[in-house]
């Protein structure tokens, strides 16, 4: 999401280093962001599960990367507040624990708040269904819980979609992220890497 050097704007491929990535986990080992981690060139996740990732564990152990975590009500705000304008916000969640420690605490109608800065990135990388040359999206799913907020939240979005359709074809009033908030698009080949596999007996 945010690289503070802003020396190297490249990939794994590339060596980009000293990236700070806000995501919702920290993915899987030999893939995606498991690859930065592999390369050593995250230094800090802003996360509010880090699941399967055993090289994850081992770095944030180590010493060798910062981790931030967020209940994930507050990871999704702080992104939406970032697309919105918004600085900062009052919240309840956290309040009391660890989560609290160093920010500023309030009292409203009796009840105590936590105050959590906005989230902005220099690059974002959304998938979506469905999109077109122009940028407009369409999500499926739970697809929608974080990439529309995303897309409002960055200096450049890229998006990635499953099917890249003619102008004209997506319904206008069912577009949930339009254009003007994608710098990029492209069709990209999927496939997606389950973490933990559960199913009913």
């Known amino acids: 999401m945010r690289n503070p050097g ?19 986990n920290a993915g899987v080992d030999d893939f995606g962001i498991g690859l930065l981690l592999q390369n050593r060139q995250v230094k800090k996740m802003i996360s509010t599960y880090v699941g399967e990732n055993k090289l994850f564990e081992q770095l944030v152990l180590s010493g060798e990367l910062q981790v931030e975590l967020n209940p994930q009500g507050t990871f999704a705000e702080r992104i939406r507040a970032g697309g919105a304008g918004i600085p900062a916000f009052y919240t309840p969640t956290g309040y009391g624990t660890m989560v609290a420690e160093g920010k500023e605490t309030r009292e409203f109608d009796g009840r105590p708040y936590v105050m959590e800065r906005a989230l902005r990135g220099d690059f974002a990388f959304v998938r979506a269904w469905k999109g077109d040359r122009w940028g407009n999206l369409i999500y499926r799913k739970t697809a929608r819980n974080f990439n529309p907020m995303m897309a409002t939240a960055a200096d450049y979005v890229v998006a990635e979609v499953e099917e890249l359709v003619e102008l004209g074809e997506l319904p206008p009033d069912q577009i949930h992220t339009p254009g003007i908030f994608v710098n990029a698009i492209f069709q990209g080949k999927h496939e997606k890497r389950i973490e933990r596999r559960t199913v009913r007996t």
């Open 6 to 24: 802003k020396s190297d704007r490249g990939g794994a491929a590339q060596g980009t280093k000293n990236l700070t990535i806000a995501s919702n």
